[in-house]
């Protein structure tokens, strides 16, 4: 981040607000319900069977929850793999929304694991099943959330003045970075492969060898539709300026992403000659459709270059590739994944309160962050250089 | 022991006298004789060996002393479920004193024994069955006179090999149970040597059998352990190779009886099985030789543990049994899962709600996007200087 003074300021404003109080409402209910979890344990607040041992708090806050998080590292592929420096004013914001998905998403894993207080045993010698896919998931998960807040720590150190340290971390910040854009790329495609040990549990529709890649790329793109929908959130929140100059040619990117997502993944039901499922008359061919209709609707919205200045589109663009994505994870976790016959799931009301306390914890967080670090581009110097 | 295969004594003549007398085909015979090699874990070879001296040699005589029990050993081996294996049993052995199967009674059975005793000086071997009282000078059980202490010590004077049958014998077994008011003991502390013990209530007779065949081939008991039990029949836990093992490790347990899992054969550690904890070879041989899948754990009654010391007559029937080998964990799967619920109405509110919320608050940030952007273009056209038309932006933003 040598290159990197792009003039961040916090945005100030007072802390306590609609938004803030009713976050602090609903994670405050989270907290009740997850003393309820420690206190009888997992059957007495969730849904979850032995046919269903992932109910939504791996699939939505682990699994749909750290894809959202691939903000940050899609943005700094962008600027430090390919030397886009141009969107470096989006790396922060992203970067802070991936630095709450991930720490989160372990937090969430904890939280679901049976025996919580044994968790240390994923990594260490000798328990550790170092041929496990969830091994591969968990200690690059970890590392990346160690990796990410060393990311991030440039802006708290700004923030309490300690340039000393700072300057140091500068040095050795590429490494940083550099195994920030590594690490994702092996847990996201590998969270593909979780399903794939999943056998012939998962219907035919999401149950392929190209699994691994179809979750890498659908990361990617959720990555850059993420900052889409959170720049234009922030916009609208903040009332500030929108940066449509760098989210136009970002989302052309994501276009081209998109594009090679789709082509793999029908190319690959055509040669699996698995498409026939998808034109049955079942639930799970219509969330195939709805799925795949939430993937090609940013091709209809900002297609042309005149759509990709409305950031309206741009946003509906972002918020259609995430239900996109979390229709894609749902389906090969939970709704096209059959155990057997009388086997069923459907999450609970106090898990999914879990689950809603969890993002409230990033909206909350995200709030307070910005508000208070210098986050997001300064107003004054961004007029300043683009008027 | 110089012919080692038993095909070259298919036409030895003492082999078909030898069958003959038992009732036995030629061919049953010396399988019989393989069977009980095998169940004593001897090399190749020795069935031939064993079948050579069961046929020819001079049958060792046998002292039979009963003490305090119930005679239920002396039964499981004129009761077996094979009909050769006692007739085998009286065969091999010349029994010349006991007292369940004497016609004699009295003086003239008494002796029987002297008789026996002195011919076969050194050479007879004595079996103890049933527990010695040692209280009070051993008062509690006495024949033609004499105390059983002083009974054994006569006897075991002058024999070969001595053997205790049955638990009684072998360490005290249920005569010696709590309080135990006569001081019941086993033969070894009474003669203060080691004995060969075949403990069990009553033992399978084939490990009798075994272990007097192995003294008449060889001229020696089998190899023993500390406890002086044979190691071919004691030396592995009967939770080892039971067969209801593959549902104790994978966690399927009888939770109390008649229920699911017991009525599916699953593991009765939970209902008191001393299996991890007795060392016998009930799952190999079955118990008693009462027939085919008729021990007790086949039908769906825990082990007792009668062979152990401490465990048999002690410990209650529906105590858990301490685990010699494996701990298992305290947390088992239940015999029938939950098999999940479908959305209760609370949970779909909540969805609902919350799909409620996200859609509107979405339709809002895209209108006020929208909108400030129309601002923005008539703004650009306005400064250009062609369509000076007035724009509202004062739409409902978030407060966030």
Known sequence: MAHSQHLAAPVGGRLLNNATLVAGVLIAIMAAVLLARFIFGLGAVTHLNDGYPFGIWIVVDVVIGSAFACGGFSVAMLVYIFNRGEYHPLVRPALLASLFGYTLAGISVIIDLGRYVNFWHIYWPGYANINSVMFEVAVCITAYVAVMWIEFAPVFLEKFGLHDIRKKLDKALFVVVALGTLLPMMHQSSIGTLLVVMGTQVNPLWQTQMLPLIYLLTAISMGYGVVLFESCVAASGYRRKIETHLLDPMAKVMLGVLAAYLVVRFGDLLVRGALGEAFKPTFVALSFWVENFCFAAPFLLIGNAAARRNPAKLFLAGVAIMFGGVFLRLNGFLIGYDTGPGWNYFPSAPELLVTIGMFSIEVLGYIVITRTFPVLPREEAYIKAHA | ?400
């Not at chain 2, 004789?33 to 001897?42: H, K, P, Q, W, Y």
């Not at chain 2, 009654?301 to 105590?319: D, L, S, Y």
């Not at chain 2, 301490?322 to 947390?331: A, V």
Request: charged share 20%.
């Open chain 2, 1 to 400: 022991m110089a012919n080692t295969s038993l095909l070259k004594l298919e036409d030895d003549d003492n082999i078909a006298a030898a069958s003959k007398r038992l009732g036995m085909s030629r061919r049953e015979f010396l399988q019989f004789c393989a069977t009980m090699s095998a169940t004593l874990g001897l090399p190749q070879g020795a069935e031939a060996a064993m079948a050579t001296a069961v046929a020819a040699k001079k049958r060792p005589s046998v002292i039979w002393l009963h003490f305090q029990e119930c005679t239920g050993c002396t039964e499981s081996l004129l009761r077996a479920e094979h009909p050769t294996l006692e007739k085998l049993i009286l065969d091999v052995i010349s029994l010349d004193y006991h007292e369940t199967l004497f016609a004699a009674a009295g003086h003239q059975a008494e002796d029987a024994r002297k008789k026996a005793m002195a011919e076969n000086k050194g050479k007879y071997v004595l079996v103890v069955e049933g527990a010695i009282p040692t209280r009070d000078g051993g008062i509690y059980c006495k024949v033609g006179g004499k105390t059983a202490i002083e009974l054994t010590k006569e006897c075991a004077a002058d024999a070969a090999a001595v053997i205790a049958i049955g638990s009684c014998a072998s360490w005290g077994g249920m005569p010696s149970t709590d309080p135990n008011p006569t001081g019941a003991s086993g033969v070894a502390p009474v003669l203060g040597k080691p004995v060969v013990t075949i403990p069990g209530c009553p033992p399978n007779p084939y490990n009798f059998l075994s272990a007097v065949v192995h003294f008449l081939t060889f001229g020696a008991l089998p190899a023993v352990d500390h406890l002086g039990r044979p190691k071919f029949a004691y030396s592995r836990l009967v939770h080892e190779n039971c067969e209801r093992r593959a549902h104790f490790d994978a966690g399927r347990f009888a939770m109390e009886f008649g229920d699911e899992g017991h009525r599916k054969g699953y593991c009765l550690y939970k209902l008191g099985c001393k299996g991890p904890e007795t060392y016998a070879n009930c799952p190999t041989i079955l118990f008693g030789d009462a027939g085919g899948g008729t021990w007790p754990v086949g039908c769906g009654h825990p082990c007792i543990g009668c062979t152990e010391q401490g465990v048999g007559f002690a410990k209650p029937i529906h105590m858990v049994a301490k685990m010699k080998n494996i701990e298992p964990p305290l947390g088992y799967p239940r015999i029938v899962e939950e098999k999940g619920t479908g959305a209760t109405l609370g949970a779909a509110a909540v969805l609902a709600a919350v799909a409620g919320l996200a859609a509107g608050a979405g339709t809002i940030v895209a209108r006020n996007l929208g909108l400030s952007h129309r601002a923005e273009e008539l703004e650009r056209l306005e400064q250009t200087g062609k369509n000076p038309a007035p724009a509202t932006t004062s739409g409902e933003k978030a407060g966030v």
